[in-house]
């Protein structure tokens, strides 16, 4: 029912930032929370930041808390993860997600195929 498209990733160094967006297709899109999620390298995929489908609450993970911001343009059917001050330790697979959760994997019905972010010096 909801096609996502996750692109902006790519290599860069510590400290510098990174826009990930994700287009999303599917005529019921508004109706769903949008969230982030990453998978790092040998870790278990992992929340990272979640908005609701009317945009007003916005949720974190510790280690995205202040350094990344989520935000959704409703009428482009585009999500955003902007991610500020990345250290190695944010790099992995991110993948943008649409569903009725906010911060629980399970919670979150169709997902993207995801972008890569390599954050090394």
């Known amino acids: 029912q909801v096609y996502l498209r996750e692109s902006g990733g790519g290599l860069v160094q510590p400290g510098e930032s990174l826009r990930l967006s994700c287009v999303a297709s599917?005529?019921?899109?508004?109706?769903?929370?949008m969230g982030w999620f990453r998978q790092r390298p040998g870790k278990e995929r992992e929340f990272v930041a979640s908005v609701t489908w009317g945009g007003g609450d916005a949720w974190y993970s510790d280690s995205a808390k202040g350094r990344f911001t989520i935000a959704r343009d409703t009428a482009k059917n585009t999500g955003y993860l902007q991610m500020n001050n990345l250290n190695p330790e944010d790099t992995g697979d991110y993948f943008c997600a649409a569903g009725s959760g906010m911060v629980e994997e399970k919670t979150f019905a169709y997902w993207g195929q995801g972008t890569r972010v390599t954050v090394s010096s």
């Open positions: 599917g005529r019921a899109y508004t109706e769903y929370a």
